[in-house]
């Protein structure tokens, strides 16, 4: 069964730091681009970053380069977002999600609509 579980969502101030968790399934973690994705109300899903465990690549949208991080845990399946200096309009619900194409974690090719497993998402908060 897929399962994607995320946690650490929450509410801060700007300047403040969160950091996220996908906790996968194990064949999941494995062979998947992993990645993670957000959505502001009223506003399409937006790809933040991906993670290729297997090939030990990981990419970050220029809008968030320098302040966020992908990384990961092997012994416990889990993929983690590192959110520093955050901003108002980072306010979003994250989703973590993952697909069997590895080229899905090209740059360019992170498209929320061509992933095929998805968390249930979780809330993020930035107070200004």
């Known amino acids: 069964q897929v399962q994607l579980v995320e946690s650490g969502g929450g509410s801060v101030q700007a300047g403040g730091s969160l950091t996220l968790s996908c906790a996968a399934s194990?064949?999941?973690?494995?062979?998947?681009?992993m990645a993670w994705f957000r959505q502001a109300p009223g506003k399409e899903r937006e790809g933040i970053g991906t993670i290729y465990i297997a090939g030990g690549t990981s990419n970050l949208v220029d809008s968030v380069k320098g302040r966020f991080t992908i990384s990961h845990d092997n012994a416990n399946n889990t993929v983690y977002l590192q959110m520093n200096n955050l901003k108002p309009e980072d306010t979003a619900m994250y989703y973590c999600?993952?697909?069997?194409?590895?080229?899905?974690?090209?740059?360019?090719?992170?498209?929320?609509?061509?992933?095929?497993?998805w968390g249930q998402g979780t809330q993020v908060t930035v107070s200004s």
């Open positions: 194990r064949y999941i973690y494995a062979g998947n681009c």
């Open positions: 999600a993952a697909d069997p194409n590895i080229y899905r974690c090209r740059p360019g090719d992170m498209v929320a609509a061509l992933f095929a497993y």
